[in-house]
Nanobody, 114 residues
Framework: QVHLVESGGGLVQAGGSLRLSCAAS????????MAWFRQAPGKQRELVAT?????STNYADSVKGRFTISRAKNTVYLQMNGLKPEDTAVYYC??????????WGQGTQVTVSS
C-alpha cells in the first residue's frame, strides 16, 4: 500500500515562508520523478514544480525564483519564500514510479493573507 504523507501547510502572511514535505512509503518500484501541484478554489489543478531522479528541476513561471523543490530519498520538499495571496491553494505531492504508476498525496492547505 502506497502512502504519501504531506505536512507543512498553514497560514502565513504575505512575504512569509513555508516548507512543505511529502514522505512516500510502501513504494516497491524506483521513484522516477516527484512533483508538487496546487489547486485554488474554483481553479484547475496546476503543476508547481518537478524534480527528476537525477535532480533536474522545473518550475511554473509564477513561482520561479521564490519556490525551491528538493528531494532526499523518498521525501520531496517545497520551500516557498516570498509567498503571495495568489499562492493560496491546496498543495498536492505527486510521485511517478518505474512501472509508470503515479500517486497523489492527500493535500495540504496553504493560505497566504494579505
Amino acid at each position: 500500500q502506497v502512502h504519501l504523507v504531506e505536512s507543512g501547510g498553514g497560514l502565513v502572511q504575505a512575504g512569509g515562508s513555508l516548507r512543505l514535505s511529502c514522505a512516500a512509503s510502501g513504494i516497491i518500484y524506483s521513484i522516477n520523478d516527484m512533483a508538487w501541484f496546487r489547486q485554488a478554489p474554483g481553479k484547475q489543478r496546476e503543476l508547481v514544480a518537478t524534480i527528476t531522479s537525477g535532480g533536474s528541476t522545473n518550475y511554473a513561471d509564477s513561482v520561479k525564483g521564490r519556490f525551491t523543490i528538493s528531494r532526499a530519498k523518498n521525501t520531496v520538499y517545497l520551500q516557498m519564500n516570498g509567498l503571495k495571496p495568489e499562492d493560496t491553494a491546496v498543495y498536492y505531492c505527486n510521485v511517478g514510479v518505474s512501472n509508470s504508476s503515479r500517486y497523489w498525496g492527500q493535500g495540504t492547505q496553504v493560505t497566504v493573507s494579505s
